[in-house]
């Protein structure tokens, strides 16, 4: 057999014995011999999984990103200056977050393998004519197959039998409601709708059937998906782009400020060219965020850490800031905002409606009865529809490991649960009312007929389907008086009630029945002696509910100027129901775009459209796509939910793809940045606060290190600016202490803050802003950095002070300059001490977060003092750091050093919320 040149769509217009000859197979199947030469022809019937990337190179993309190389290239310099100790340090720092990092994101994928479980694991299939039980990986085309109601569906197939066959596309369409399948062609209404074909990746919910497998793994519809998602190449995040960017202008500050210390310290200073250039490339090492890197690593992990807590899966440590930055979502609907069970809402009743609740019913919105409470004596037309409700019906309760599960369509599923709402058991109604034979459901008459005995002998006929091809075969009503003619009046009432009720997004199910004596009963039941002269219950209309937590997660985007579009295969009055019914848009009259309508779109129009409320309906995977790369070509960051094949494409080209990790198939899993362990759109939420928090967290950290940079530059350039008059009063050796010991551990603690009060009420960022923006800029050099710069000079001051200055010349040498250059650099530590508790809030109170709240800023407090007492008072960091002893007197300046600093702070951001509530209130 050679391969197929006819897709399934094609051979579903062809009759059984032309698809089984194209095939070359019967209804006996292969035989093994031919199923394996086909096995070694088309391979095996699995996904191909997207080239991975080696974990060589995994390893080893995190030592040269761009901060990265600044750092290798930074200890290059610390070696050259005569500092080989300060280089390896620096060095190490660069290692360890490397593998960190590394780490982190092989944990988070070797969870997300963990989840990919998609296709069923076996399938029975007919060999030589023997039902034998198969791996689905060695299903081939041209094997004959059989199913029934829950197995997965593991190749692209044509049905060569069905009884009573509905199938779960949901996976592939994002349509909620089944499919009915036969084996007549009919082509149906849009993409996989063909009557006689059955897809790779979905579920049979209902019915048996038998079917030959057309098209097997990557040439089946799933596997063309896949082959859509693998080809689309991921850009880099725009944290990564973000980062590159800052590390080029942190470079070129630290090498402009080594060129002005060594054009200064030649010209003013006269040191020798070789002195100040090791002078100059100290300051540039000085200058370099050696903690940058570490500090981004852990804020992000932590942020995944946080999340995985909330049952969202990180695969990528850069996704959890990316998630913070999105201004919009484009969420699937099935499955991801409702909860893909559908539920009946409504009974309506020739004289009455019943509005069906979590665990009972309402009477006309008035008297409301809760399970078994339930007085069904009362209601006896009420009662007959939940009995016909659960006869007529295939669903049925398999015991799992995870409890009892319902094991049909959802549609039969929600009226079994209707009747077990009203105390009904349908176990006891089918011992007490036993079935006789079943007129199966096609799409023809659009009816599923049960014959079943009554405890008297005479036998009920049970009737469940479309309204409008059930009331031609009603002759009569059941009204609160009993059984009467059914009139035109009757019919009109009920054909309204279903257009209410599906202008708003239901779905409905007309009941009937017939009682037939036993002695007018036919020897055989037949559609036509049945289904005739029936009697008008009412109707159950049914929906698939909003996730009850959807309601509080869609009002935070919107309070967080995050938009939310729906993008979903079901139909537009079902998807603008929803869409209205959860607030992502202000009412049902919305624009809705059909895939039809897309696809004759241009982009300008497109672009044109999303300026309005919008939601898409019945669209194809290739145009989930397209509407991801239109926001993006906007300007928008987009986060792309979903859980089918269907949206892998978009998870794949979104700047961030969030699946769910309980419905989701596979290729979904495998597209995504995120997926959410329970399924739950709330989660995302939660993510979208903890990606702010790690963007913020790391501008704190950015104000952090750059101010510690002023308090450190202003005593070298009162060295400079005086010509060496005045000593100068840090040394290089000092100074590096600072960034690579005493500042470290505290700015590690930054990264761990969580969420300032009031950020899910602030807009996304724009893209234009920057890390190291005006503000950060602004803290940094002219407030906190200059306000170290003044502590640290007058440290080293009032040492001279003490033994004479100014009567006496500034000491620059001796053990005088050394306690003098160990006092400025204890007082750029105590600084820091107030300084990193004022960053952890932007201009809130650091009260309203608690003042010790974050105990790794704590550890990290005690960590340098620790630290630059150690250097004062150890012998042998004396010698290497050129540090020594100091007395009480400079103990005490220390120790009031943090206080009115953290004050100072505490009253600018005072006067900033003042400012500003002033001016919300004008």
Same mark, same amino acid.
């Given at each position: 057999?050679?391969?197929?040149?006819?897709?399934?769509?094609?051979?579903?217009?062809?009759?059984?014995?032309?698809?089984?000859?194209?095939?070359?197979?019967?209804?006996?199947?292969?035989?093994?011999?031919?199923?394996?030469?086909?096995?070694?022809?088309?391979?095996?019937?699995?996904?191909?999984?997207?080239?991975?990337?080696?974990?060589?190179?995994?390893?080893?993309?995190?030592?040269?990103?761009?901060?990265?190389?600044?750092?290798?290239?930074?200890?290059?310099?610390?070696?050259?200056?005569?500092?080989?100790?300060?280089?390896?340090?620096?060095?190490?720092?660069?290692?360890?977050?490397?593998?960190?990092?590394?780490?982190?994101?092989?944990?988070?994928?070797?969870?997300?393998?963990?989840?990919?479980?998609?296709?069923?694991?076996?399938?029975?299939?007919?060999?030589?004519?023997?039902?034998?039980?198969?791996?689905?990986?060695?299903?081939?085309?041209?094997?004959?197959?059989?199913?029934? $109601? =829950?197995?997965?569906?593991? *190749?692209?197939?044509? !049905?060569?039998? &069905?009884? %009573?066959?509905?199938? #779960?596309?949901?996976?592939?369409?994002?349509?909620?409601?089944?499919?009915?399948?036969?084996?007549?062609?009919?082509?149906?209404?849009?993409?996989?709708?063909?009557?006689?074909?059955?897809? $790779? =990746?979905?579920?049979?919910? *209902?019915?048996?059937? !038998?079917?030959? &497998?057309? %098209?097997?793994?990557? #040439?089946?519809?799933?596997?063309?998906?896949?082959?859509?998602?693998?080809?689309?190449?991921?850009?880099?995040?725009?944290?990564?782009?973000?980062?590159?960017?800052?590390?080029?202008?942190?470079?070129?500050?630290?090498?402009?400020?080594?060129?002005?210390?060594?054009?200064?310290?030649?010209?003013?200073?006269?040191?020798?060219?070789?002195?100040?250039?090791?002078?100059?490339?100290?300051?540039?090492?000085?200058?370099?965020?050696?903690?940058?890197?570490?500090?981004?690593?852990?804020?992000?992990?932590?942020?995944?850490?946080?999340?995985?807590?909330?049952?969202?899966?990180?695969?990528?440590?850069?996704?959890?800031?990316?998630?913070?930055?999105?201004?919009?979502?484009?969420?699937?609907?099935?499955?991801?905002?409702?909860?893909?069970?559908?539920?009946?809402?409504?009974?309506?009743?020739?004289?009455?409606?019943?509005?069906?609740?979590?665990?009972?019913?309402?009477?006309?919105?008035?008297?409301?009865?809760?399970?078994?409470?339930?007085?069904?004596?009362?209601?006896?037309?009420?009662?007959?529809?939940?009995?016909?409700?659960?006869?007529?019906?295939?669903?049925?309760?398999?015991?799992?490991?995870?409890?009892?599960?319902?094991?049909?369509?959802?549609?039969?599923?929600?009226?079994?649960?209707?009747?077990?709402?009203?105390?009904?058991?349908?176990?006891?109604?089918?011992?007490?009312?036993?079935?006789?034979?079943?007129?199966?459901?096609?799409?023809?008459?659009?009816?599923?007929?049960?014959?079943?005995?009554?405890?008297?002998?005479?036998?009920?006929?049970?009737?469940?389907?479309?309204?409008?091809?059930?009331?031609?075969?009603?002759?009569?009503?059941?009204?609160?008086?009993?059984?009467?003619?059914?009139?035109?009046?009757?019919?009109?009432?009920?054909?309204?009630?279903?257009?209410?009720?599906?202008?708003?997004?239901?779905?409905?199910?007309?009941?009937?029945?017939?009682?037939?004596?036993?002695?007018?009963?036919?020897?055989?039941?037949?559609?036509?002696?049945?289904?005739?002269?029936?009697?008008?219950?009412?109707?159950?209309?049914?929906?698939?509910?909003?996730?009850?937590?959807?309601?509080?997660?869609?009002?935070?985007?919107?309070?967080?100027?995050?938009?939310?579009?729906?993008?979903?295969?079901?139909?537009?009055?079902?998807?603008?129901?929803?869409?209205?019914?959860?607030?992502?848009?202000?009412?049902?009259?919305?624009?809705?775009?059909?895939?039809?309508?897309?696809?004759?779109?241009?982009?300008?129009?497109?672009?044109?459209?999303?300026?309005?409320?919008?939601?898409?309906?019945?669209?194809?995977?290739?145009?989930?796509?397209?509407?991801?790369?239109?926001?993006?070509?906007?300007?928008?960051?987009?986060?792309?939910?979903?859980?089918?094949?269907?949206?892998?494409?978009?998870?794949?080209?979104?700047?961030?793809?969030?699946?769910?990790?309980?419905?989701?198939?596979?290729?979904?899993?495998?597209?995504?940045?995120?997926?959410?362990?329970?399924?739950?759109?709330?989660?995302?939420?939660?993510?979208?606060?903890?990606?702010?928090?790690?963007?913020?967290?790391?501008?704190?950290?950015?104000?952090?290190?750059?101010?510690?940079?002023?308090?450190?530059?202003?005593?070298?350039?009162?060295?400079?600016?005086?010509?060496?008059?005045?000593?100068?009063?840090?040394?290089?050796?000092?100074?590096?202490?600072?960034?690579?010991?005493?500042?470290?551990?505290?700015?590690?603690?930054?990264?761990?803050?969580?969420?300032?009060?009031?950020?899910?009420?602030?807009?996304?960022?724009?893209?234009?802003?920057?890390?190291?923006?005006?503000?950060?800029?602004?803290?940094?050099?002219?407030?906190?950095?200059?306000?170290?710069?003044?502590?640290?000079?007058?440290?080293?001051?009032?040492?001279?002070?003490?033994?004479?200055?100014?009567?006496?010349?500034?000491?620059?040498?001796?053990?005088?300059?050394?306690?003098?250059?160990?006092?400025?650099?204890?007082?750029?530590?105590?600084?820091?001490?107030?300084?990193?508790?004022?960053?952890?809030?932007?201009?809130?109170?650091?009260?309203?977060?608690?003042?010790?709240?974050?105990?790794?800023?704590?550890?990290?407090?005690?960590?340098?003092?620790?630290?630059?007492?150690?250097?004062?008072?150890?012998?042998?960091?004396?010698?290497?750091?050129?540090?020594?002893?100091?007395?009480?007197?400079?103990?005490?300046?220390?120790?009031?050093?943090?206080?009115?600093?953290?004050?100072?702070?505490?009253?600018?951001?005072?006067?900033?919320?003042?400012?500003?509530?002033?001016?919300?209130?004008?």
């Amino acid at each position: 057999m050679g391969k197929l040149t006819r897709t399934p769509q094609e051979l579903a217009k062809e009759d059984q014995t032309a698809v089984l000859g194209e095939l070359q197979t019967s209804l006996k199947g292969l035989s093994s011999d031919e199923a394996q030469a086909r096995l070694n022809k088309f391979g095996p019937n699995k996904i191909q999984k997207g080239q991975k990337q080696s974990q060589l190179k995994a390893f080893l993309k995190n030592f040269t990103s761009l901060m990265a190389i600044l750092l290798w290239v930074g200890g290059i310099i610390a070696i050259a200056a005569g500092m080989p100790e300060l280089g390896i340090a620096i060095w190490c720092v660069n290692l360890i977050n490397g593998v960190f990092s590394y780490w982190q994101e092989f944990a988070a994928q070797k969870a997300t393998d963990s989840l990919m479980k998609m296709l069923p694991t076996y399938v029975h299939v007919r060999r030589g004519g023997k039902l034998e039980q198969i791996e689905t990986v060695d299903l081939v085309p041209g094997d004959v197959f059989e199913l029934q $109601a =829950g197995d997965a569906i593991s *190749a692209d197939s044509y !049905l060569l039998d &069905a009884t %009573s066959m509905q199938v #779960d596309q949901s996976a592939l369409t994002g349509e909620s409601v089944p499919e009915s399948k036969s084996v007549a062609y009919d082509p149906g209404e849009g993409q996989f709708a063909e009557s006689n074909i059955i897809y $790779a =990746g979905t579920t049979v919910g *209902a019915g048996t059937g !038998l079917a030959v &497998a057309v %098209s097997t793994g990557m #040439d089946s519809e799933f596997g063309r998906i896949a082959k859509l998602t693998q080809n689309q190449e991921k850009t880099n995040s725009p944290l990564t782009i973000e980062l590159n960017r800052l590390t080029q202008q942190l470079s070129i500050i630290a090498i402009g400020m080594g060129i002005l210390f060594f054009v200064l310290a030649v010209t003013i200073v006269h040191y020798p060219m070789a002195k100040a250039f090791i002078f100059a490339l100290g300051m540039i090492v000085a200058f370099i965020p050696e903690g940058l890197l570490p500090t981004v690593t852990l804020s992000l992990a932590q942020g995944v850490q946080r999340m995985a807590k909330k049952h969202a899966l990180v695969k990528e440590l850069n996704s959890v800031e990316t998630l913070g930055e999105t201004t919009v979502i484009c969420s699937d609907k099935t499955g991801t905002l409702t909860q893909n069970a559908m539920t009946v809402n409504h009974i309506w009743l020739p004289h009455r409606e019943f509005g069906v609740t979590g665990n009972g019913f309402v009477n006309n919105g008035h008297v409301k009865f809760r399970g078994d409470n339930v007085d069904l004596s009362r209601q006896p037309e009420l009662k007959l529809l939940l009995q016909i409700s659960a006869l007529d019906n295939d669903t049925r309760v398999q015991q799992g490991d995870d409890g009892p599960k319902l094991l049909g369509t959802p549609t039969e599923a929600a009226m079994i649960i209707m009747a077990e709402k009203a105390g009904l058991s349908p176990d006891e109604l089918g011992k007490e009312f036993p079935r006789v034979t079943e007129l199966t459901f096609d799409s023809d008459r659009k009816r599923m007929t049960t014959i079943n005995k009554l405890p008297n002998g005479d036998f009920r006929i049970c009737v469940k389907g479309s309204l409008g091809d059930m009331l031609g075969q009603c002759t009569s009503v059941l009204d609160r008086d009993g059984k009467r003619d059914i009139t035109d009046n009757d019919k009109t009432r009920a054909a309204r009630a279903e257009h209410d009720y599906a202008q708003t997004g239901l779905r409905t199910l007309a009941v009937a029945y017939r009682d037939v004596p036993a002695a007018e009963a036919p020897d055989e039941w037949t559609i036509e002696n049945s289904e005739t002269n029936l009697t008008l219950i009412g109707q159950a209309a049914m929906a698939d509910p909003a996730r009850p937590e959807i309601f509080d997660a869609v009002k935070k985007c919107h309070e967080a100027s995050i938009r939310i579009i729906m993008v979903t295969g079901d139909s537009p009055v079902v998807a603008a129901n929803v869409a209205a019914q959860i607030g992502i848009v202000s009412s049902s009259k919305a624009r809705v775009i059909t895939g039809d309508e897309l696809s004759k779109m241009s982009e300008d129009e497109l672009k044109a459209a999303f300026k309005d409320e919008l939601i898409f309906a019945r669209v194809a995977p290739e145009q989930k796509y397209k509407i991801v790369s239109t926001l993006q070509d906007m300007g928008e960051i987009v986060a792309s939910t979903g859980d089918g094949v269907n949206d892998a494409p978009a998870l794949k080209k979104a700047d961030i793809g969030v699946a769910m990790g309980v419905t989701g198939t596979d290729v979904a899993k495998d597209a995504a940045d995120m997926i959410l362990t329970d399924d739950n759109f709330a989660s995302i939420v939660a993510a979208i606060e903890e990606g702010r928090t790690v963007y913020n967290n790391i501008q704190k950290f950015l104000t952090y290190i750059l101010n510690s940079n002023v308090g450190e530059a202003v005593p070298s350039i009162l060295f400079l600016l005086s010509r060496g008059l005045i000593p100068l009063p840090l040394t290089v050796m000092q100074i590096l202490t600072i960034d690579l010991g005493t500042d470290m551990l505290p700015a590690l603690g930054l990264g761990a803050e969580r969420a300032e009060p009031g950020i899910m009420q602030l807009p996304p960022r724009a893209r234009s802003a920057h890390l190291m923006t005006r503000s950060v800029m602004w803290r940094a050099f002219a407030w906190y950095g200059m306000i170290g710069g003044v502590v640290s000079t007058a440290g080293y001051f009032f040492v001279n002070h003490m033994y004479g200055w100014p009567t006496q010349a500034l000491a620059s040498s001796g053990a005088v300059y050394v306690e003098a250059t160990t006092m400025t650099l204890a007082c750029v530590v105590f600084c820091q001490i107030a300084n990193v508790m004022n960053c952890r809030t932007q201009n809130a109170s650091v009260f309203s977060v608690g003042l010790f709240k974050n105990w790794k800023i704590n550890s990290g407090i005690i960590f340098e003092v620790f630290i630059v007492t150690a250097l004062m008072y150890a012998p042998l960091l004396q010698s290497v750091f050129e540090t020594g002893p100091l007395g009480w007197q400079e103990w005490l300046f220390l120790i009031c050093i943090p206080i009115p600093v953290f004050l100072i702070e505490e009253l600018r951001k005072f006067a900033v919320r003042r400012h500003r509530h002033g001016a919300a209130a004008v």
